[in-house]
């Protein structure tokens, strides 16, 4: 029982930091539990999983939403897939919260894009860069042609507006 009660502080300090899916909250008890002590079993970690789950206080669920939320200002879907894989969670549930943030994908790219360029691009090399920039950030090709070339468009528009005056 002594056993059952250091996991279980473990794992309240764990969760009382961030998120874990049940997955991951598994695995790093174990780990903890083998360094702490090698004849802790299994089906001890498994109880605490299972006290934790029935209390609430894990959950898959809260796991992927917190994630998004923590990265959906800087990341595209791509990346955001990418890291919810990492959780080690059902596919359905990561494809039923991604298909959430989807909508907004192209505004969210385009007030990064701003934000990290203060102005729009002139010449091709900082077309080429502005659309890695959004690509390395995990979004899809064509939010982020359709982002870059309607900044580029701004500034063509401004420009045309300033030379009728």
Known sequence: MDQYKKIKARAIRLLSKREYSVNNLKKKLCDYAHLFSPEISLETVELVIKELKNKNWVSDERAVESLINQKVS???????????????????LI??????IKASEYKRAFELLVKRYKHAPIDLKEIISQKNFLMRRGFDFDICRRAVDDRSN?????LLYDQNW
Not at 75 to 84: I, K, N
Not at 154 to 158: C, D, I, M
């Open 74 to 92: 800087r990341c595209g879907a791509l990346r955001l897939r990418m890291e919810l894989n990492k959780l080690d969670v059902e596919v359905e």
């Open 95 to 100: 494809e039923n919260s991604l298909s959430k």
């Open 154 to 158: 701004q500034l063509n528009k401004e």
